[in-house]
């Protein structure tokens, strides 16, 4: 089984993220999404989330695509690839959060992760930026 993991806030499911998980799970057999918790979504946005985590976690474990959803952890973003073990990682297209370091991380870690970036599916319609206006 080839496990693809993702990662995002997820803040109110729309067509992007739905597009966004069916491209992940081309890559493997089994879909695990790691959702962004409230403080980091803070950090990163500079803005809180409009569904609180708990919300945004029954949200995307509802989307039949995904096979398994997590919080991610609150002090290190890495942690929860290192207890997934994931052998792809596929990222959004405009994912900069942490990922700059991901190969080091995953070397650290001695995974073999393969990562991808994912193609956009009408990012000047389908944003959560733009949606969640």
């Keep these: ?75 290190d973003p890495y942690r929860v690839i290192k207890e997934v073990s994931p052998d792809v990682i596929c990222l959004g297209y405009d994912q900069k959060y942490f990922t700059d370091n991901l190969p080091n991380e995953l070397k650290k870690v001695r995974l073999k992760t393969k990562v991808y970036t994912m193609k956009p599916y009408q990012p000047k319609k389908y944003h959560s930026a733009l949606i969640n206006r």
């Design 1 to 75: 089984m080839i496990k693809v993991m993702v990662f995002g806030t997820f803040d109110g499911l729309h067509l992007g993220h739905i597009k966004f998980f069916e491209q992940a799970k081309k890559r493997g057999d089994y879909l695990i999404v790691a959702i962004a918790r409230d403080k980091t979504v803070e950090m990163v946005k500079n803005h809180p989330a409009h569904f609180n985590e708990k919300e945004r976690l029954k949200i995307v474990r509802s989307c039949k695509l995904v096979d398994k959803a997590v919080l991610g952890n609150k002090t």
